[in-house]
């Protein structure tokens, strides 16, 4: 069982920042995959960044250039920078993390959400 705690969100000015935070925690072995999703209402669901355990980073394009996903000292934990927020970056947050736990089974686990408000 894997669990993941996230913070860091709330309500902010366009073009300000926000950090947001993933922390997982339980019976892992290894992660290959840590990303952050967001959701607005009436969207899907769409990845915003990712990062491998090989260094390999991905962005969305509308977020290329104002966020930075990094991976935390302990090796579990993953961040989201987010500089020159914009309202549509408005929606709910989740990280998202894939490995194996520590009896060699798959696992991909999410995280339960953060409120991301960016005000115009």
């Known amino acids: 069982q894997v669990q993941l705690v996230e913070s860091g969100g709330g309500l902010v000015q366009a073009g300000g920042s926000l950090r947001l935070s993933c922390a997982a925690s339980?019976?892992?072995?290894?992660?290959?995959?840590m990303c952050w999703y967001r959701q607005a209402p009436g969207d899907q669901r769409e990845l915003v960044a990712a990062i491998t355990s090989g260094g390999y980073i991905n962005y969305a394009d509308s977020v290329k250039g104002r966020f930075t996903i990094s991976r935390g000292n302990a090796k579990n934990t993953v961040y989201l920078q987010m500089n020159s927020l914009k309202p549509e970056d408005t929606a709910v947050y989740y990280c998202n993390l894939r490995g194996l736990t520590d009896v060699g089974a798959d696992f991909g686990s999410w995280g339960q959400g953060t409120q991301v408000t960016v005000s115009s």
């Open positions: 339980g019976s892992i072995f290894s992660i290959s995959t």
